[in-house]
C-alpha cells in the first residue's frame, strides 16, 4: 500500500500543474498561478508578504488557505568542512533528514535527499534500516528537501542525489515525479541527479522505462548473493544474477553509465577474493565503482555492528577492483560520509521524542558516529524554522 501523505497547505515542492490547480481552486485567474510558481522557483521566496505584484487582498487569500515552505526545519548540524545537515519535519510530525555539501572548489552544491521515512530493506550496517519503513514520500516532499535548503542556505543547488533516507525504487513513481518537477520547476535536469538503489529490480524496470537521463547507483556491497543476503536482506528477492541483467537492461535502454557502491565492512566485504570476484562481475558493465569505507552506526542496543578496514586493506581492495578496467575511487569521508550516516539524526531525535518539538543540543561527539567525527555543530540547538541561527540568503533566481 502506498501511504503517501500530501499537505494541504504547503505549495513549495509542488508541480506547475498542481499550484494551477490549488490557485483556480480559489477562483483565482491561472495567470496567478504562473507568478507564485516563479515567486517560488525562481525566486527562492518563503512567504507570500514577498510576492508584491500579487495585490493586497489575493495575497491576504493565499494567507488564509496556504503557506510556501511545505517541510520545517526541525534541526540543523554545520561540519567544520561546511557540509550542512538538516532534519525536517513533515506534514504529519514525521521526519526526514537531508544534506547540502559541496565539493573541493566549494562552488556547485549538491542535495542529498530522502525518498521515504525508514526503509524496509534493513540493511544491517544502516541507521535507517534500524528504523523500519514508516511511509513513502511524496513527491513534493522529495522536492521542497531541495527549495528548503536553498532558502535556509542561500546556495543554489546544481545536483541532487537520492541517497539519503529510504529506498527511492520502493517509492518510484513519486521519485519519478519529483525528477520531473526538479527539472520543471527548479530547474534541475536529469543528467545532474542521481537515484542510488540496493537493487529493487521492478522498481529499475520502472525507472528504465522513463528512458531518463539520471545516474543510476547499485548499491551492491557484495558481489554474489549468499553474502551479499546478510547484509541487504532484499537480495533473497533480487540475486545478484538478476540485478546485473536488470542493469545491464537500463544501460542498453538509457545509455547512461552506472555506478557501483561496495560498502567495505572489515572482515566482511573486503577480502581479496571478494574483489577479484567484484572486478570478475562487473567488467562487462558500463561503470565506475565507488567503495565506501563504513561508518559505524549504532543499532538500537548503541553497539556498532562491523569496523571500518584499515587504510591499506581499503587500497589493496581498491587496486584489485581495478583489475576490471574501471574506474574505482574510494569515497571521500568529508561530506559524502554524511549520506551514509543518514538515519542517525532521525533516530536520536525519535528516541527521544523531539521530532516536533524544539530540539536540543546533540551531544555529537561520543554517540553520533560519523557526525560526531565529522565535528558537527548544532546550530538550531532551542530553535527551530521560526529563529535560525543562521541568516537565511536568497540564492541567485534560476530560470524555470
Ligand atoms: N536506499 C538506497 C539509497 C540510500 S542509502 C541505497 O541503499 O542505495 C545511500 C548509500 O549509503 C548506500 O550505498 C548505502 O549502502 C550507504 N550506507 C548506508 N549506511 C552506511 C554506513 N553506515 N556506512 C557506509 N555506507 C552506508
Ligand atoms: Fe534502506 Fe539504503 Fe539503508 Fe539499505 S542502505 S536500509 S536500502 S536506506
Known amino acids: 500500500m502506498n501511504s503517501t501523505n500530501t499537505s ?22 491561472s495567470y496567478r498561478a504562473r507568478q507564485i510558481h ?17 495585490g493586497k487582498e489575493t495575497r ?33 510530525g ?33 541507521a535507517t534500516g534500524y528504523l523500519g519503513f514508516k511511509r513513502n514520500l511524496a513527491a513534493a516532499e522529495i522536492v521542497d528537501q531541495v527549495m528548503s535548503i536553498q532558502r535556509e542556505s542561500g546556495k543554489r543547488v546544481a545536483n541532487v542525489v537520492y541517497m539519503g533516507q529510504g529506498e527511492p525504487l520502493l517509492n518510484v513513481e513519486e521519485v ?58 532484499t537480495t533473497s528477492r533480487f540475486p545478484v544474477d538478476e540485478l546485473m541483467q536488470a542493469l545491464a537492461d537500463y544501460y542498453s535502454c538509457c545509455q ?28 562487462n ?22 569496523a571500518r578496514p584499515s587504510l591499506s586493506a581499503q587500497q589493496r581492495f581498491k587496486r584489485l577492483a581495478e583489475s576490471s578496467g574501471k574506474t574505482v575511487t574510494i569515497r571521500l569521508e568529508r561530506g559524502t560520509d554524511i549520506d551514509a550516516a543518514c538515519g542517525q539524526l532521525h533516530n536520536r531525535f525519535e528516541d527521544e521524542g523531539k521530532t516536533s518539538a524544539a530540539p536540543r543540543e546533540l551531544d555529537g561527539q561520543a554517540r553520533a558516529g560519523s557526525q560526531g567525527r565529522a565535528g558537527y555543530k548544532d546550530v538550531t540547538a532551542g530553535g527551530a524554522q521560526e529563529r535560525p541561527a543562521v541568516k537565511p540568503k536568497r540564492p541567485r533566481a534560476r530560470r524555470s
Open 256 to 283: 547512461r553509465r552506472l555506478t557501483i557502491e561496495y560498502v567495505l565492512l572489515a572482515g566482511i566485504t573486503d577480502s581479496p577474493d571478494q574483489a577479484r570476484q567484484l572486478a570478475q562481475l562487473v567488467r
Open 176 to 233: 519519478i515525479k519529483s525528477i520531473a518537477v526538479l527539472g520543471q520547476s527548479v530547474g534541475i535536469g536529469a543528467r545532474h541527479i542521481t537515484v542510488s538503489t540496493s537493487g529493487i529490480v521492478p522498481g529499475i524496470r520502472r525507472l528504465a522505462q522513463e528512458r531518463l537521463q539520471v545516474t543510476l547507483a547499485l548499491s551492491l556491497h557484495a558481489p554474489e548473493s549468499k553474502s551479499r543476503q546478510e547484509i541487504v536482506p
Open 94 to 126: 514525521q521526519s526526514v533528514e537531508s544534506v547540502l555539501m559541496s565539493f573541493d572548489d566549494r562552488t556547485s552544491f549538491t542535495a542529498c535527499v530522502s525518498s521515504q521515512v525508514g526503509c524496509a530493506v534493513g540493511c544491517t550496517f544502516c
Open 8 to 29: 494541504p497547505c504547503g505549495l513549495s515542492g509542488k508541480s506547475k500543474q498542481e499550484i494551477e490547480q490549488f490557485v483556480t481552486g480559489l477562483c483565482l485567474p
Open 285 to 306: 558493465l558500463h561503470c565506475n565503482i565507488n567503495l565506501i569505507p563504513y561508518n559505524p552506526t549504532e543499532n538500537r542496543d548503541g553497539i556498532a555492528a562491523y
Open 38 to 54: 516563479s515567486w517560488i522557483y525562481a525566486r527562492n521566496a518563503a512567504s507570500f508578504d514577498e510576492m508584491t505584484d500579487l
Open 60 to 92: 491576504q487569500l493565499l494567507k488564509e488557505r496556504a503557506q510556501i515552505p511545505l517541510l520545517k526545519l526541525a534541526h540543523l548540524q554545520v561540519s567544520a568542512d561546511g557540509t550542512r545537515k538538516y532534519l525536517f519535519e513533515l506534514p504529519d
